[in-house]
């Protein structure tokens, strides 16, 4: 098992350099916002490392990319990186944001605000 | 095993998880200084347990000018709660709270970024660290309300006082709010929203 031997700083950034093949950027992809919702498309791939293999499995249902990032203890900037690699693999797919330009649009406010009635 | 956990990567509680049906989320930010009720805010509505996350963020170094051609970057992990409320069964808002220092914030890529706006939690005992707030969230161009949460204990002050010290403009709401309690909270993103709602018809309407 590759998880045995050694422990893992979390806070550790020779971590994030590894898990992320020293990228810290994710090229011109789609870009992924903190409130991207990522949801997989099918069983993770066995050859997958254990942290892109862990985003599939959570990702089951809707997950957006601050709710990853918060699982796995890992920077924003990190599970960018990997859900990046997960979307070019097909793994996943991404659900980006409704678009907000200067303002919202009024569909979406009364949409917000129904919900928020009902708290 | 070395980890507690026989799962070291546990995702959502059964209870967490979102319908497959959820289309899209859009995203509020919760701004003010240290110690005012951001978290609590946060907590006080979300569906979820408020999460946890954080971002590595680099800084140039205070002082250092380019002409020297020397890279002199701080890179700091900084961690921000955030919660949940979903909307429909297509859509989800999530809240975001920011605390530490303020202007720290402003660098955190794609925080600001599409959110709808943003609530300002006042700090009455340090009304600057909510001015410096204000100015940046405008200089944004984020459209804001702002909100006095009631400490039991806290000075009260008049909402005419605070606004000229604030020097808010009489188009932007403020009222209070008590970041315990659930309807409050509600009310005061039902705030937000109605002046957003203004806002857009302002625009798409002229007179």
């Known amino acids: ?119 | 095993m070395d980890y507690k956990t026989s799962d070291p990567y546990a995702g959502p509680r059964k209870e967490d998880i979102l319908p497959s049906s959820t289309a899209a989320a859009v995203k509020v930010v919760i701004v003010g200084g240290f110690g005012v009720g951001k978290t609590t805010l946060v907590g006080t509505v979300s569906e979820i347990r408020p999460l946890t996350t954080e971002e590595t963020m680099t800084q140039a170094g205070v002082g250092v000018d380019d002409l020297a051609g020397i890279e002199h970057k701080i890179e700091t992990t900084v961690a921000m709660d955030f919660g949940r409320i979903s909307i429909n069964e297509q859509l989800v808002l999530y809240l975001f709270g920011t605390p530490g220092q303020e202007r720290f914030w402003f660098l955190w890529d794609g925080l600001f970024e599409g959110a709808l706006g943003a609530v300002v939690l006042l700090d009455t005992r340090r009304l600057e660290v909510s001015y410096d707030v204000i100015g940046l969230l405008e200089e944004r161009g984020v459209p804001f309300v702002v909100a006095v949460n009631t400490f039991p204990g806290s000075p009260v002050h008049p909402m005419t006082e605070l606004r000229s010290a604030m020097d808010l403009p009489e188009s932007v709401p403020m009222f209070t709010c008590d970041a315990r309690d659930r309807a409050s909270c509600r009310d005061t993103l039902m705030a937000l929203m109605r002046y957003l709602y203004h806002l857009t018809n302002e625009i798409s309407e002229p007179q």
Do not use: F
């Not at chain 1, 409130?35 to 089951?60: F, K, N, W, Y």
């Open chain 1, 1 to 119: 098992m590759s998880k045995a031997g050694k422990t893992w700083d979390p806070g550790n950034p020779d971590r994030l350099y590894i898990i992320t093949s020293g990228r810290s950027r994710t090229g011109k992809q789609t870009r992924l916002d903190l409130v991207t919702l990522v949801v997989s498309r099918a069983a993770p791939d066995p050859g997958l490392q254990p942290e892109h293999s862990a985003i599939v499995q959570m990702c089951d249902y809707p997950l957006s990319i601050a709710e990853i990032s918060a699982y796995l203890t890992l920077p924003v900037s990190t599970v960018t990186v990997l859900v990046t690699d997960l979307l070019k693999e097909d793994q996943v797919e991404a659900r980006p944001p409704v678009p907000v330009a200067a303002l919202p649009n009024v569909q979406l406010l009364e949409a917000v605000m129904h919900g928020l009635q009902n708290l």
